[in-house]
C-alpha cells in the first residue's frame, strides 16, 4: 500500500510540472531555458500594461538592448539618434550595428517608438523556430524566458525580459519578408510565413554589404517548404544549383564589368523554363554565352507541379542589404 501511494504522489509530481510551461519546438544547437507559466504569464502582465497605459514603465531599465533588425528602422528617428551606446553586432563574417540604452529616459524613448507602432490588434505569443534561429544568431548567451514575439499586422518584436527582475532586457524585430517583388515576372509573391534565403547553404536573414566579388550571393526559393518537398529533393536543387555555379565561374571570374544576375528555374514535370535578368553595367556578351549554356543544360525536372526558385549572382558587387 506504501509504494502505491508513492507511485501515486511521484504522478502528481510529475503531471504538475508537466503543466508548468508551454513547449516549443527548438531548433538545432539552440540552448533555450523554461520558466514556469507563472513567470511568463506576469510577462505577459507586464507588457500588456505598458502598451495600454501611457505612463507605466515597468517594463523598463536603465539597460535596454536594440538588436539590428530593429535599430535598422529605429536609427534615423531623431530622438533616439541622440542616444550614445553604439553595439556592433558579430554576425557569421559580418558585422552590423545595434544600440544599447544606459539611461531609463533613452529606455523610454526607444518603448514610446515602439507604442506608436502598436494598435490595440495584437498578439504575444512564444517563439516559433525561425524566430529563435534569427535571434540565437545575433546574441552570445544562452536563451532564457521570459521571450516573447509581440506580433502586429505589420511588425513581429522580439521581447526577452529577465525573469527575476521582470525588465526588458532586449527588443529586436525579426526580419519578416511576407511579399516579394519579382522583377522577372512582375509579380508580387506572398507568404503567411516568411521568404526565406540561402547562402552557402545556409538559411540567413540579415545581411551587410559583404565584399566586393564574383560569386552567388543567394538563392530564393519562390515555393513553400510543402510544395518543395512534394515535387523536388534537396539533391535535385543541389544540382541546380552546382551546374549554374559552374558556368557563371567559368565565364566571370575574370570580368571587369560590375553587375548582378538573376536565373529564374521554373521547374515543371515535363518541361523546365528558365529566365534571366541583369542589372547594372553588367557584360552583356558574356551574359549572351552565359544564357546560351544555362539554356543547354539538362536540369532536373519536378515530380508534378511546378516549383519556381531563383539563384542571384554578383559580380565585382555587393551584396544587396535590403
Known amino acids: 500500500m ?14 504538475t510540472f508537466a503543466q508548468t510551461s508551454e513547449k516549443i519546438t527548438i531548433p538545432n544547437g539552440v540552448v533555450y531555458n523554461y520558466v514556469s507559466d507563472k513567470i511568463n ?37 531623431e530622438t533616439l539618434q541622440e542616444i550614445p551606446g553604439k553595439v556592433v553586432f558579430h554576425i557569421d563574417d559580418m558585422q552590423v550595428d545595434g544600440k544599447m540604452s544606459q539611461e531609463l529616459d533613452d529606455s523610454k524613448k526607444i518603448w514610446n ?7 490595440n490588434n495584437y498578439k504575444i505569443r512564444k517563439a516559433n523556430e525561425d524566430e529563435l534561429k534569427y535571434y540565437w544568431s545575433t546574441i552570445s548567451f544562452d536563451i532564457e ?5 509581440l506580433e502586429t499586422a505589420q511588425h513581429t518584436y522580439i521581447l526577452n525580459l529577465l525573469k527575476k527582475s521582470m ?10 519578408k511576407k511579399s516579394y517583388q519579382n522583377p522577372i515576372d512582375n509579380g508580387t509573391y506572398e507568404t503567411d510565413g516568411t521568404f ?14 559583404g565584399e566586393k566579388e564574383t560569386k552567388l550571393e543567394n538563392v530564393i526559393l519562390l515555393s513553400s517548404d510543402a510544395e518543395l518537398k512534394a515535387n523536388s529533393s534537396v539533391e535535385d536543387i543541389s544540382l541546380i544549383i552546382d551546374k549554374t555555379n559552374k558556368i557563371f565561374e567559368e565565364l566571370f571570374k575574370n570580368s571587369k564589368k560590375e553587375g548582378k544576375i538573376m536565373v529564374q528555374f521554373e521547374l ?31 536540369y532536373p525536372n519536378s515530380k508534378k507541379d511546378t516549383i519556381k526558385l531563383q539563384l542571384i549572382y554578383k559580380v565585382n558587387s555587393y551584396d544587396d542589404t535590403e
Open 196 to 209: 526565406k534565403k540561402y547562402r552557402n547553404g545556409d538559411e540567413f536573414y540579415i545581411t551587410d554589404k
Open 145 to 149: 524566458e521570459p521571450l516573447f514575439i
Open 41 to 77: 504569464d506576469k510577462a505577459k502582465k507586464i507588457i500588456t500594461e505598458s502598451l495600454s497605459q501611457k505612463e507605466n514603465f515597468n517594463l523598463l531599465d536603465k539597460n535596454l538592448m536594440i538588436g539590428p533588425t530593429l535599430w535598422n528602422r529605429f536609427k534615423n528617428i
Open 113 to 119: 517608438e515602439v507604442r506608436k507602432e502598436i494598435s
Open 268 to 298: 515543371g514535370k515535363k518541361k523546365n523554363d528558365i529566365q534571366f535578368a541583369v542589372r547594372d553595367n553588367l557584360d552583356l556578351e558574356i551574359m549572351k554565352e552565359f544564357e546560351k549554356r544555362v539554356n543547354a543544360e539538362k
Open 167 to 176: 525588465k526588458l532586457l532586449w527588443i529586436d524585430e525579426f526580419p519578416l
Open 2 to 15: 506504501k509504494l502505491k501511494t508513492t507511485l501515486f504522489l511521484l504522478f502528481i509530481i510529475n503531471f
